[in-house]
């Protein structure tokens, strides 16, 4: 038998809902999971099928956002050859490919009307109908919706069916955001780091330092785990040292000097680093003046010395290693070149 999905995480509201999903997980009934994105929607649906009597069969998933409307029947209930222009060969859908199994589909509220009548007669009577067929299938299959919109809502606004509704919400579960797991961040935070460090080759995780968790804790996480798990693993790898904790959290990816759009003396010429980096010269860095309160010159000059600054500290930081210090600015090696000749740091070459 294979493990469920791993579903890390010790806050009370996290754990009720991953006991809601256990507890219901046994009964041949549809589940509904409802949650933020990167809430672990999937995670929960592989939980219900693996801890479930039909964990031998088939978990089928299916994201109903990621196909247009005109391909989503034939993609969940299968067609004849010669249904329509271009189907040669006969072919079974999603539905057929879970049966004796679990069926996930992903963005459930996305289903068009026609898609959703279709699925109805699924749920309720067990059975359907290919397209281009009169010939019905008996099929048996466990369904699990997964969205992040309130469906009573857009029942309400006639976008949803209420029939509908009513088959598929025999149990719903409910994943709390990131944001609302506080003591959980710090543990997913280290449980990502460890298995990047492995990834890298990295005979263990070094820790990060007590700013970079400082950081880690006060974001928001609009993206919840999944956004966590981008953030970490990327910060590792721009980091790039296995022997000191990780000072430097890249929240965006995009931030950059050279950034498109990003024009001299502007607000965007400088982004804010992602989250200090802890040495002592990195820490006397001044902060860019106001520009409110210089001429535009004065205002460029102060955006190249803060810049230099900047420079002077990671080199330090990185003892002068260019390609580790472009890589913790986020920089490519040519650009970091450039910006050292720009302010005659290459002098000592």
Known sequence: MMTPAALIGSSSIFLDAVERASAAAALNRPVLVIGERGTGKELIAERLHRLSPRWGGPLVSLNCAALPENLIDAELFGYEAGAFTGAQRARAGRFEDADGGTLFLDEIATLSPAAQERLLRVVEYGELTRIGSNRALKIDVRLV?????????????????????????????????????????????????????????????????????????????????????????????????????????????FDSPWRPGALPGTAHAVPAPAAPVDTPSAAAAPKAPAAAHHSVSDLRAAVLAYERDILLAALERCRHNQRRTAAALALSYDQLRHALKRHELLTGE
């Open 145 to 253: 919706g997964a969205t992040n919109e309130d469906l009573p809502t857009l029942v309400d606004r006639g976008r949803f069916r209420a029939d509908l509704l009513d088959r598929l919400s025999f149990e719903v579960v409910t994943l709390p955001p990131l944001r609302e797991r506080a003591e959980d961040i710090e543990v997913l935070a280290l449980h990502f780091a460890r298995r990047m460090a492995a990834e890298l080759g990295w005979s263990r995780f070094p820790g990060f330092t007590a700013s970079a968790t400082a950081l880690l804790n006060d974001h928001r996480w609009p993206g919840n785990v999944r956004e966590l798990k981008n953030v970490v693993e990327r910060s590792l790898y721009r980091w790039g040292d296995a022997e000191t904790p990780v000072g430097r959290i890249i929240l965006n990816p």
